[in-house]
């Protein structure tokens, strides 16, 4: 009779094999403005994936995983917070206005914020019509990617994490307060790839 083989021990935190356990690297940040993680599917279990240590590190944070989420618009419509779409300019990507933040609105802001793939993340907004109804709020694009071990189709883009640390400095206006979680998230890169290369 052949045995099963058993399963690897994982972290009851971040739910990653004890080996690749990234809770060293947790950095906890209280992020005034609120983040909505929409995740798609194929992104939560992704093991290269960013959207897990932001989860982890940020006091605020909510995350759905779907691809098409009809609960949106009654939640957005219902709303106390000044909701925002994190999404790169795009003449494709059917959203309405830029966002700017008007001293005279005196909601919390909350960021939506789409993980996945480009080609992904593009059909989760087609899909969910009212984020393409939400003005989008869009980071410096100067900004340079640390994110080494997953290949953007283009210079320039940024993993979710890097993508929402940065919008969340400049909408807080407090660029120092999220660098440790950026750091974090450069020394989960070389660990990636450290890894990698002592298990060729």
Known sequence: MTEKPQKRASCPQCHRPLRSCLCDLITTVDNQVHIQLLQHP???QHPKGSAIL??????????????????LEPAIKSSTFQDVLLYPEN??????QAFEHST?????????VLDGTWRKTYKMLQLNPAL?????????????????IRKAPKDGQLSTLEACCHALSELEHSQEKYRPLLSSFD???QRWMSFQQSSK
Not at 54 to 71: M, R, Y
Not at 132 to 148: G, I, K, V
Request: a negative charge; glycine letters at 4%; one cysteine or more.
């Open 42 to 44: 194929g992104e939560s």
């Open 54 to 71: 932001l989860q982890l590190s940020l006091h605020h944070v909510t995350t759905w995983i779907g691809e098409q989420f009809p609960e």
């Open 91 to 96: 003449n494709e990507s059917n959203c309405s």
């Open 104 to 112: 005279n609105d005196a909601r919390p802001l909350r960021l939506w």
């Open 132 to 148: 393409q109804n939400l003005p989008r709020f869009t980071p410096n694009p100067e900004q340079t990617s640390q994110y080494r």
């Open 187 to 189: 020394q989960f890169n």
